[in-house]
């Protein structure tokens, strides 16, 4: 009896396997932004890789969160590849004209990932700023001061959903110290703010 039980539940894993193919099979010809597979390449556009929320953008790579990209690293720890930084070989600042994009996660929670960033002098910055998780954030950023005192006028976009990205873009003329942050209520007070080294 005993036995028998063991096929049957060996035949229902085998359907459940061929069923969860088939689900693999059907999201992979969804309708795509930017590259192969379901969700591959949001931000940044170059979802070339298999899989569900594969490719090198947003959540990218090959397989389920996994590979480079914005939840790049190995298991969809968080890992974003932001290029060379500011010293580093091969970086190159950005300008009015070309500025610089630096991909900045919101959440899950109250966090920023990165927390810490550097640009160089007179640099301009796009933020591409995508939330993850279900909470609503915004980011601003500017002079420390302004920033930590949510003072109107700063440079900020507000409302960025669940899986949605805002840009802003931003010259870093000054000397700083400079930060961002997110002034939902409640957000900043639990940690939600991040700090801008400006070197050169």
């Not at 396997?17 to 693999?24: K, Q, S, T």
């Not at 990209?69 to 091969?90: A, K, S």
Request: aromatic share 6%; glycine share 24%; hydrophobic share 40%.
């Amino acid at each position: 009896m005993s036995g028998r039980r063991l096929g049957l539940a060996g035949l229902v894993l085998v359907i459940v396997g061929v069923v969860l193919i088939g689900a693999g099979a059907v999201l992979a010809s969804y309708p795509q932004t930017g590259g192969q597979g379901w969700f591959g390449g949001m931000v940044g556009g170059q979802g070339n890789g298999p899989g569900m929320m594969g490719g090198q953008g947003m959540m990218g790579g090959q397989g389920m969160m996994g590979g480079q990209g914005m939840m790049g690293g190995p298991g969809g720890n968080p890992r974003l590849d932001n290029g060379p930084q500011p010293g580093e070989q091969g970086f190159a600042a950005g300008t009015a004209d070309a500025p610089r994009v630096i991909q900045v996660i919101a959440g899950p929670g109250y966090a920023f990932t990165p927390s810490t960033i550097s640009v160089q002098r007179g640099e301009t910055i796009t933020f591409q700023v995508t939330t993850m998780g279900p909470l609503v954030h915004e980011f601003m950023v500017g002079p420390g001061d302004a920033v930590a005192a949510d003072q109107a006028g700063s440079a900020e976009v507000a409302d960025i959903g669940m899986m949605q990205t805002k840009s802003l873009t931003y010259t870093f003329d000054g000397s700083g110290p400079y930060a961002f942050a997110c002034h939902v209520p409640g957000h900043y007070e639990a940690g939600m703010h991040g700090t801008i080294t400006v070197v050169g």
